[in-house]
């Protein structure tokens, strides 16, 4: 048998027309045949021993390296790139390609050797007209999809609406399970329609990706809210952890970043009966300056079968279609989430063992906002805390140790029990602890117990104890009345409600100090503080409802009502335009798709008719089925955005923020000098202890506000972005503590410039901050005055 020679085999991979790319272990290109130098524009020599990074778009770099490593670990030989047929590739000028790709490995001498073997696919558009009314037709496809959507959803909506209201009445028992089973099936069915118009965008390459700043310990909370009830019914625990270097805070998509944790969250919940469900956030900075963020959420359930694992992405199967049909699910969040993922920059990954559990892992690419670290939240007001003892009980490993690492971050000394009688031993045994911390549910003697236990020994005086509970369990009232809790919080654990229980425990007064930053202050309920039920009584408002669903008209007349207002009622833009004429409306609830005239163009022309006008303060309504629908309706002139079905929350929160809008400036989208709601925080902190507290923090602001200018003066000066980022950073602690919050904007900048060593806008954002500052400072000495 004959057979090719070495030379020969180099002629043969040549005269192929794909491009034929091998790589070495470190991913260095070592072969670039003829086809490659078509495709790419390199001639071999060029980019012979360069990485193969070189022929990728920048955004796919950071992840390039993992999924090599994970192809290197699988068991096949050859597979699709990340397991789908095409990819994007960047040639030598810079251009972007759509190509095909399929990938072999082979053991080499000297390591692992990689061959690539892409064709390109641009090629293959040969008539632009083709290829512009299948455009079309995509368009057309998604519009449809997008008004059909809103077709289904208006009736699903009005039915969730008017459930709401009924379960707001006194019906009986039997009637309430009634509508809270309608209420649901209609939330879950509202949820599978929202899940295949997502799908819908992306596979047509329409969703878009918002950068703005997320809070990430408020997002992973928040989200763990809405599973939290349903997770302990179950007896299952939920908690969170975040790791070394994880930023407090990050510029990114904090929707779609709750819809991947809620889609995972739920799966754990729903596949586990007993055990827990933990979610373990970690990060590392790439070259870029930006930072890989990996999610984990793992669960002790009932797991994945090897064989199923392929293809969990495509349809979720954990065990057979008979746990589906139990436990209910399609699958599709699943393979929606992976596909969100890689549109931010990341990827996803499941491990799993049937009857030991599954993890699933994703990861995404954002930008760091601010320099505080999460895992440093209330650091810096921790002092009072410092060489407290502290024990911890609890028979969960993974919630103990949470426990055990927050104590100790903020300077307190924790000793852990795992059982009651561990516990009980240590308070026999003389340890002179400060504060104990229990949980409710644990073996042979659950917390309750164990406290009537612990009183034997130490009273309430000596030794304060805040209990743990399940989101289900609503008081932690103990049935001996000698046994008293400084405090009582549901699980999962959430940082900022244990510093406040211990601070409350401890009997150490609230700091007058700000918030780090990175963080926000956490809302004591979904209601804003101030605001009472009858909002109305504290906010009189002129409110008009434009909505052309008469059931919807009903659902948010009643709602309003049960805020105390009364609303006028149109069925479209004209009758808008005209009912606005005749009365000077504080508010217009504003439908964006109605006949006659949509919200769109009502809002525009009412706009125009009074340029300049703080009033009416329009909220767009809108099911949010359509690409953009958000940014086009703040693009037209509206000031606010609910999403339908419309709760009374909803309601409540955004009528909230008409009080902050007549509080700003003349024009409709200015942002007010000074946040007043802040102003009041700090005079309620003034007491007889403190009677000079407010003038003293206004006098010390407005002292040190030069000297923090000068010192940003001087960075910029010497061009040092590092100096800038950190005098920058430094200076807006104060400016949010105070709530000055015009200067934020431009100080914000210049912290990102120092970060970035990108200062040639710099002395004009300085100029632009010294200029708020002044306004800031004549109303602060106005206030003095008073």
């Not at 999610?295 to 969990?312: A, C, K, M, N, Y």
């Not at 009232?477 to 046994?483: N, Y």
């Not at 700000?514 to 804003?528: F, R």
């Amino acid at each position: 048998m004959q057979l090719l020679t070495a030379e020969q085999l180099n002629d043969i991979l040549n005269f192929a027309g794909d491009a034929v790319i091998c790589t070495d272990a470190r991913q260095n290109i070592i072969f670039f045949n003829q086809g490659a130098e078509r495709v790419f524009g390199w001639e071999a020599r060029e980019i012979l021993g360069k990485e193969l990074g070189q022929l990728l778009p920048a955004r796919y770099r950071a992840t390039h390296p993992q999924k090599v490593e994970q192809f290197r670990a699988s068991a096949h030989v050859s597979r699709r790139m990340a397991e789908r047929q095409i990819i994007h590739a960047l040639r030598k000028d810079g251009s972007e390609f759509p190509a095909e790709a399929s990938i072999s490995k082979l053991q080499g001498a000297e390591g692992w050797i990689y061959t690539a073997i892409l064709r390109d696919l641009s090629a293959r558009r040969t008539c632009a007209r083709t290829s512009d009314k299948a455009e079309l037709a995509m368009q057309t496809q998604s519009l449809s999809r997008a008004n059909m959507s809103h077709e289904i959803r208006t009736p699903l909506n009005a039915v969730i609406g008017m459930t709401s209201l009924l379960l707001n009445t006194e019906i009986d028992a039997e009637q309430r399970e009634y509508a809270e089973t309608i209420r649901d099936s209609s939330e879950m069915l509202l949820s599978l329609i929202n899940d295949l118009i997502d799908y819908s965008k992306i596979e047509i390459g329409s969703l878009e990706i918002a950068r703005q700043p997320l809070d990430l310990r408020r997002c992973i909370e928040e989200t763990m809210d809405l599973l939290a009830s349903g997770a302990s019914v179950k007896g299952i625990d939920l908690a969170y952890m975040m790791e070394e270097d994880v930023p407090a805070t990050i510029l990114a998509d904090a929707a779609r970043l709750r819809q991947i944790l809620v889609n995972l969250l739920s799966n754990a919940v729903k596949f586990t009966d007993h055990g827990e469900v933990v979610v373990t956030v970690s990060a590392s900075l790439l070259e870029s300056g930006e930072h890989l963020l990996r999610f984990s959420v793992r669960d002790t359930g009932i797991g994945i079968p090897q064989d199923r694992l392929e293809g969990i992405f495509q349809s979720l199967v954990q065990m057979d279609a008979s746990a589906m049909r139990k436990l209910g699910g399609t699958g599709l969040g699943l393979a929606i989430s992976k596909r969100l993922t890689e549109i931010m920059g990341g990827t996803m990954s499941v491990e799993s063992k049937p009857g030991m559990g599954s993890t699933f892992t994703f990861s995404i690419v954002a930008q760091a906002e601010g320099e505080q670290l999460a895992q440093h939240l209330l650091q810096d007001r921790a002092s009072a805390f410092a060489g407290k003892r502290v024990l911890i009980v609890n028979a969960n490993g993974t919630n103990r140790r949470i426990l055990v690492n927050q104590a100790f971050c903020w300077g307190m000394v924790p000793s852990a029990a795992a059982s009651a009688g561990e516990a009980l031993d240590l308070v026999r045994h003389g340890h002179a602890f400060d504060i104990g911390i229990l949980d409710m549910n644990m073996p042979e003697m659950d917390g309750m117990q164990l406290a009537t236990e612990i009183r034997q020994y130490r009273d309430a005086k000596s030794l304060p104890l805040v209990m743990l509970t399940p989101a289900s369990h609503r008081s932690c009232s103990p049935a001996a009345p000698d046994v008293q809790f400084a405090a009582c919080l549901n699980k999962p654990i959430k940082p900022s409600a244990l510093f406040k229980a211990l601070q409350q425990a401890l009997e150490i007064p609230v700091a007058a100090q700000s918030a780090p930053s990175g963080t926000k202050n956490e809302p004591e309920s979904k209601i804003q503080p101030g605001l009472e039920p009858k909002l109305a009584a504290t906010l009189p408002l002129d409110i008009l409802v434009a909505e052309d669903n008469t059931i919807n008209q009903k659902v948010i007349k009643q709602l309003l009502l049960h805020l105390g207002y009364r609303a006028d009622v149109v069925a479209n833009g004209l009758e808008a335009l005209a009912a606005a004429e005749r009365r000077d409306y504080d508010v217009i609830l504003m439908d964006v798709q109605m006949p006659e005239m949509d919200g769109l163009e009502t809002t525009r022309r009412l706009r125009a008719l009074s340029p300049g006008a703080t009033k009416p303060y329009i909220i767009a309504m809108t099911a949010n089925a359509m690409p953009g629908d958000k940014e086009a309706c703040m693009a037209a002139g509206m000031n606010a955005y609910v999403s339908k079905p419309v709760e009374l929350d909803d309601i409540r929160q955004v009528l909230a923020s008409v009080r902050t809008h007549e509080d700003s400036s003349a024009s409709p989208h200015a942002v007010a000098i000074i946040n007043w709601r802040r102003i009041g925080q700090l005079l309620e902190l003034q007491d007889e202890e403190n009677p000079s507290l407010f003038a003293d923090v206004i006098s010390s602001f407005i002292d040190d506000a030069p000297h923090q200018l000068d010192r940003i003066a001087h960075a910029i000066a010497e061009g040092c972005g590092a100096k800038l980022a950190a005098a920058a950073h430094y200076f807006l602690s104060s400016i949010d503590f105070l709530g000055a919050q015009r200067m934020r904007a431009p100080c914000m900048e210049l912290a990102r410039m120092g970060r970035q060593n990108d200062l040639a806008d710099a002395t004009a954002l300085l100029e632009q901050l010294r200029r708020e500052f002044e306004l800031a400072r004549g109303r602060l000495l106005e206030m003095l005055e008073r």
